[in-house]
């Protein structure tokens, strides 16, 4: 187990490094256009050149790559162009609100999917089966901006029970929050669903199950105490997945209802060329992800007895 | 003896005829004759858009019509028009020709990549396969949606870069599916047999594995439709998508935004249409699952 965690997370801080570098690849290639980005158009070509030059842009790519990674990884992020402060000063909160968004979605997607799924594989082809099947395609066919806008349309203007903003500009408003996690929560349970369904389906129709029932075992028992337990082995590893898909969702999510989170906050940095705050917002976005990727597949061997002993 | 050999198809044609039966196998999917429905409406929306819409799609004729209200100079605006005075209906259609025309492209060109990454990495393996599948792995940990903005911000919003950036973000996916798919198929005997043959290894990957791996890449081709179309969409709402005044549903939909609490139907016509497109592909593949899972 710890040679599992050693190699899993020297795989991580690979993985950052590469991402690191194609970031600042994509980014920072030509010095030019980093200065045009963050002196503006109207920068006189004098005043480029004074700026390359005070902020090191004159060295060969790789040292610049090397002393960026350098300050990158003390939490020196740079000053974003757009806010004139400090990129962490305004990243850190940010990423804040968006945890609370992305958990509470997370707390109701969960359960939900799990609980369906389940309903759903338990007996494979009956009529809720089905139901559910539908329902899951439809509700990920749709859109968040799509679903959004029915959404609002709905539960703002015709029922008039929910603000149709989120901006939260009096303190924390929990009614606010509604709307966003409604709109992740119906794009995302579908898959989750699906995917335990799935599982729930091949478990049922293992030998042991049989032999469950055949012996005369409460139905009950045999799925709480026996087939559950194999059941959602692979879907912790999907769920796990969702917070990868889940930094995707909440940057439209954010935007479309004015949420002051971390996606709306990259989205408005890239619509500035914000160089730095895209870099800053970039990497933490696959930190997050590359890190739940690492405790899912640590979770799954751990969960797994025939990896854990095999 | 001879009659019954002279019978039989040649290649070419036995391959066109078992395409045709797996469209006709369709049939028995209702799911998916549904999904195919949806999408075959949308292209023919697409192809008639042109003789078939009422007005220009970019003409400023009369601002904040309502849905079925009369048109200055006769016909009808059957969904309103918006803030500019656009027919809504016309962009509808002409932005059906922008999506139906865009997406399939970008997941062509992702799964050209894709699938040649796939097939050279599950057929030679060693440290080819060990640096392909490093990549992917890579550009796969990214939040899709974060890369899509990192690139279009550094290459700009245009049709070219859009189908750029969907194949960059989509190759690796496909790579991985495909092979999966090629390192269990080059066991085949009839790979061995084309070996011993002395085949090229390019004529070994074309000819002998890569039609032999169709079922499950036109599944995910289905599939990956959607979400490119999707992903066409979410760009133009975000404001990263084709630039203005080209009929695009996302960013028909972002411009209606501030407007929504008075004219909701500028919001709500496009949503309905991408949420259909999208939908009628998901059923298509779930319906291309359902058959090829009973091959």
Redesign the interface.
């Given at each position: 187990m710890a040679l599992l965690l050693i190699k899993r997370f020297g795989y991580l801080l690979l993985?950052m490094l590469?991402?690191s570098f194609?970031?600042f690849l994509?980014?920072e290639l030509s010095p030019g256009s980093v200065a045009d980005k963050v002196l503006g158009p109207y920068s006189t070509t004098e005043q480029r050149q004074l700026w390359l030059e005070a902020n090191g842009y004159l060295e060969p790519f790789f040292s610049r790559y090397l002393d960026w990674l350098g300050r990158f990884v003390t939490g020196d992020f740079g000053e974003s162009t757009r806010f004139k402060v400090p990129v962490s000063e305004i990243l850190w909160p940010r990423l804040g609100n968006t945890a609370i968004l992305g958990l509470t979605a997370m707390a109701v997607i969960v359960p939900l999917s799990l609980l369906l799924g389940v309903l759903a594989g338990m007996r494979e082809g009956s009529r809720l089966d089905r139901s559910i099947s539908?329902v899951s395609?439809?509700t990920?066919?749709?859109?968040?901006?799509?679903?959004a806008?029915?959404l609002?349309?709905i539960f703002v203007?015709w029922l008039g029970w929910l603000p149709?903003t989120s901006g939260m500009i009096n303190g924390f408003d929990a009614k606010q929050l509604i709307l966003p996690v409604l709109v992740l929560v119906l794009y995302d349970f579908g898959y989750v669903t699906r995917m335990t369904r799935a599982s729930m389906a091949e478990v049922m129709t293992t030998p042991y199950i049989r032999t469950a029932i055949l012996k005369g075992l409460p139905y009950q028992r045999v799925i709480t105490q026996h087939a559950l337990r194999n059941a959602l082995i692979a879907p912790f590893t999907v769920i796990m997945l969702q917070f990868?898909?889940l930094?995707?969702?909440v940057?439209?999510v954010e935007?479309?209802f004015a949420y002051k989170g971390f996606g709306a906050l990259?989205?408005e940095a890239?619509?500035n060329?914000d160089i730095f705050l895209?870099e800053a917002?970039?990497m933490v976005?696959?930190f997050v992800?590359?890190v739940t990727?690492t405790l899912s597949d640590i979770g799954y061997t751990y969960l797994n007895p025939r990896i854990r002993f095999g | 003896m001879t009659e019954n050999a002279t019978q039989l198809p040649d290649r070419p044609r036995l391959a066109l005829w078992r395409a045709l039966k797996s469209f006709g196998l369709l049939r028995e999917s209702p799911v998916g004759m549904i999904g195919a429905g949806i999408a075959a409406f949308w292209i023919l929306v697409a192809l008639i858009a042109p003789f078939a819409a009422p007005f220009s799609p970019t003409e400023l004729i009369l601002p904040f019509a309502e849905p079925l209200s009369e048109a200055p100079g006769g016909g009808r605006f059957w969904f309103g028009t918006d803030n500019l005075g656009r027919d809504i209906l016309s962009r509808i259609m002409w932005g059906a020709r922008t999506v139906l025309i865009l997406a399939p492209i970008a997941t062509f060109g992702a799964f050209i990549v894709g699938i040649s990454m796939g097939v050279a990495a599950g057929y030679w393996r060693g440290w080819l396969d060990e640096v392909l599948s490093f990549v992917s792995n890579v550009i796969l940990s990214f939040p899709v949606l974060v890369l899509y903005i990192i690139i279009i911000a550094t290459i700009g919003a245009s049709a070219v870069n859009i189908v750029v950036a969907v194949t960059f973000a989509s190759a690796p996916g496909i790579m991985r599916i495909v092979r999966g798919l090629v390192l269990d198929l080059r066991n085949r005997s009839y790979v061995a047999a084309a070996q011993t043959r002395g085949e090229s290894s390019l004529f070994i990957m074309l000819v002998e594995i890569l039609p032999n791996a169709r079922g499950p890449i036109i599944v995910d081709a289905m599939l990956r439709l959607g979400y490119v179309t999707i992903t066409i969409a979410v760009l133009g709402f975000l404001g990263l998508g084709l630039p203005p005044p080209s009929p695009d549903w996302g960013s028909m939909i972002n411009q209606a935004r501030p407007m929504m609490i008075a004219f909701p139907y500028m919001a709500i016509f496009p949503a309905a249409a991408i949420s259909s497109l999208v939908l009628g592909f998901n059923l298509l593949a779930d319906g291309l699952r359902e058959i090829s899972l009973k091959d």
């Open positions: 993985t590469v991402v194609l970031v994509l980014l539908i395609i439809l990920t066919s749709v859109p968040e901006f799509a679903s806008v029915f609002t349309v203007f149709g990868n898909w930094l995707s969702g940057i439209v935007f479309t990259l989205l890239s619509l060329d895209i917002a970039a976005a696959v992800a590359v990727q | -």
